[in-house]
T-cell receptor
Framework: SQTIHQWPATLVQPVGSPLSLECTVE??????LYWYRQAAGRGLQLLFY??????ISSEVPQNLSASRPQDRQFILSSKKLLLSDSGFYLC????????????FGPGTRLTVL | DQQVKQNSPSLSVQEGRISILNCDYT??????FLWYKKYPAEGPTFLIS?????DKNEDGRFTVFLNKSAKHLSLHIVPSQPGDSAVYFC???????????FGTGTRLKVLA
């Protein structure tokens, strides 16, 4: 069976500090990978998605970046965090092709102070 | 531009009754629609989906209806149970794009 891991579960960082959130998927190959953010009281905002190693599509211009160094690894980064980066970050995967659901990780609660 | 909208932020229903959650979309290119359930501090879990070639899909207590002309879909939960209390998100995607767009969610509370 497939599993998706995210870490850390919670993170408190000062403004201006760097960020690295990691997501890995097990039990499948060539997954599509996604990063979402849920801000307080809001829906899920798609940040990045990737259909293959080194292939990253950015949906929202901001101070965040994503990388996919391995087939089942997806990393969300920032060089300098802003207060507005606080939120609940979710990684997800789906099979390639059409008409497939996404499977979400447990999420990371990021608080920027 | 919010392409997927859930206009009811919250809904309360008595246990055993029907819960109806609504979702509207604006992009006519969407051809696959999904519903997810989310508990606090957890990732969403997939509930049920429907492709644009259908107007109804059932899975146990959950039924999703799609009205393409109105660009509207709904999720029916019958009978509602206290464990159904959660935030429900609808999502839409155009096949081949992999860009799943989510609504803002509806918080369902099922009263015992």
């Amino acid at each position: 069976s497939q599993t998706i891991h995210q870490w850390p579960a919670t993170l408190v960082q000062p403004v201006g500090s760097p960020l690295s959130l990691e997501c890995t998927v097990e039990g499948t190959s060539n997954p599509n990978l996604y990063w979402y953010r849920q801000a307080a009281g809001r829906g899920l905002q798609l940040l990045f998605y990737s259909v293959g190693i080194g292939q990253i599509s950015s949906e929202v211009p901001q101070n965040l970046s994503a990388s996919r160094p391995q087939d089942r690894q997806f990393i969300l980064s920032s060089k300098k965090l802003l207060l507005s980066d606080s939120g609940f970050y979710l990684c997800a995967w789906s099979r390639g092709g059409s008409y497939n659901e996404q499977f979400f990780g447990p999420g990371t609660r990021l608080t920027v102070l | 531009d919010q392409q997927v909208k859930q206009n009811s932020p919250s809904l309360s229903v008595q246990e055993g009754r029907i819960s109806i959650l609504n979702c509207d979309y604006t992009n006519s290119m969407f051809d696959y629609f999904l519903w997810y359930k989310k508990y606090p501090a957890e990732g969403p879990t997939f509930l049920i989906s429907i492709s644009s070639i259908k107007d109804k899909n059932e899975d146990g207590r959950f039924t999703v209806f799609l009205n393409k002309s109105a660009k509207h879909l709904s999720l029916h939960i019958v009978p509602s149970q206290p464990g159904d209390s959660a935030v429900y998100f609808c999502a839409a995607v155009t096949s081949g794009t992999y860009k799943y767009i989510f609504g803002t969610g509806t918080r369902l509370k099922v009263l015992a």
